[in-house]
């Protein structure tokens, strides 16, 4: 009985984190870790007895427990962060579904650091000093899915990531390049998370991206100055704010007919091209406030599931009636929920009421605050 109220207030702690996210992946704590499935149903599944697939490692008795010195180990869980350690502990029971090793000083993952660890599902290194990695360093980890190694010293994607992977975060590392196959064999993969890295349009090879079929793909931060053509076209989101981007230009976005969200914010985009926003047809939702846009970006009307966009913090001095809502009725299937346009130099009291006669609410329109 005990056990089991322990688990039911372990699952209480657990918060879904999805991929898809606002701002940069920022790990907090260890339960930051995105779950699959239901609410607690990976941790259901990271507790049921695994009878006949043991690791061929012999087990100590259950009454003198392994567990690294200064670690906390429970329920398949183990969690070392904290500690000021320089190197990835030994005696990590070899069942553990769930590795916590963030704020440490970790500066080398060397080619026996996870031997054992085949069961491991999840690894946390963030905010460590690890600057190299052994080409086997990963080799155990033959089922291991989300990888979260932002916040330390690489300059260059490890080699060898496990197949199995499914969501890579490298934010805020010190990455300059993607050589052409360094997500070979990553089939799986759906998520990747690598801003805060100093890395340029000529950082990526041509195939850096070969081979993925990714969803979710976060560049922010960096030293973009446009948007990059070579990405995987199965991408649903983008995410390239924050960088030194001047200008969506028309064919920058062809190759991106999946889209839904598409993240431009915080650059420096002059002029977004006649045309350009005629590839995403899917698209839902378009960031771009924080720029230097002087005008409404031609197109929004032909996207007829569109229904958030944000312009805020621009330069747009004019809204015309034709700028977000098709003519005639029953031209849009779906209305907008959200559109700002406070902090431009629009006199809003100009502006035509039918201007926005496909806003499902007017009170999703954002306008005035703007000061010279």
């Known amino acids: 009985m005990l056990s089991q109220c322990y688990l039911l207030l372990l699952l209480s702690m657990v918060s879904l984190t999805p991929c898809s996210l606002a701002l940069p992946f920022e790990q907090r704590g ?7 499935g239901e609410a607690g149903g990976l941790m259901m599944t990271m507790m049921r007895d695994e009878e006949g697939s043991g690791s061929g490692e012999e087990m100590l008795p259950e009454i003198f427990p392994l567990c690294p010195f200064g670690c906390h180990c429970q329920l398949k869980v183990v969690q070392c962060s904290d500690l000021g350690l320089i190197e990835v502990p030994k005696n990590i029971p070899p069942d553990t579904k769930l590795l916590d090793l963030q704020n440490n000083h970790i500066t080398e993952l060397k080619e026996d650091a996870f031997k054992g660890l085949s069961n491991l599902y999840a690894l946390s290194l963030v905010n460590n000093k690890i600057w190299k990695v052994h080409p086997r360093a990963f080799s ?5 899915q989300k990888l979260y190694f932002s916040k330390n010293l690489l300059t260059a994607i490890p080699r060898n990531l ?14 300059k390049k993607v050589a052409e196959g360094t997500f070979s064999g990553l089939g799986n993969m759906n998520c990747i998370e690598m801003g805060g890295n100093p890395i340029r349009n000529s950082g990526f090879e041509p195939g850096a991206f070969k081979g993925l079929k990714l969803n979710y793909l976060r560049i922010s931060e960096a030293k973009l100055t446009g948007v990059p053509k070579d990405f995987p076209e199965s991408l649903s989101e983008l995410h390239l704010d924050q960088n030194q981007i001047q200008a969506v230009e028309l064919e920058d976005l062809s190759r991106y007919k999946n889209l839904f969200r598409l ?6 985009i002059r002029m977004v091209e006649n045309g350009s926003l005629s590839y995403l047809p899917n698209l839902r939702e378009l960031h771009l406030e924080n720029n230097q ?13 569109l229904q958030v966009v944000y312009l805020h913090s621009n330069n747009i001095s004019q809204v015309g009636m034709d700028d977000f809502c098709p003519r005639g009725y029953g031209m849009k299937r779906t209305f907008y929920q959200g559109i700002s346009l406070y902090g431009n130099p629009v006199p809003y009291w100009e502006v035509q009421p039918s201007t926005f ?13 703007y000061k010279k």
């Open 162 to 175: 496990p197949p199995s992977l499914v969501e890579l975060r490298i934010h805020d590392n010190h990455i």
């Open 30 to 36: 260890f339960w930051d870790f995105g779950f699959d």
């Open 293 to 305: 846009l002087t005008r409404v970006p031609s197109g929004l009307p032909d996207l007829k599931y």
């Open 140 to 144: 155990p980890l033959r089922h291991l």
């Open 357 to 369: 006669r496909c806003v499902y609410d007017r009170l999703a329109i954002h306008f005035g605050n």
């Open 263 to 268: 993240g431009l914010g915080y650059n420096r």
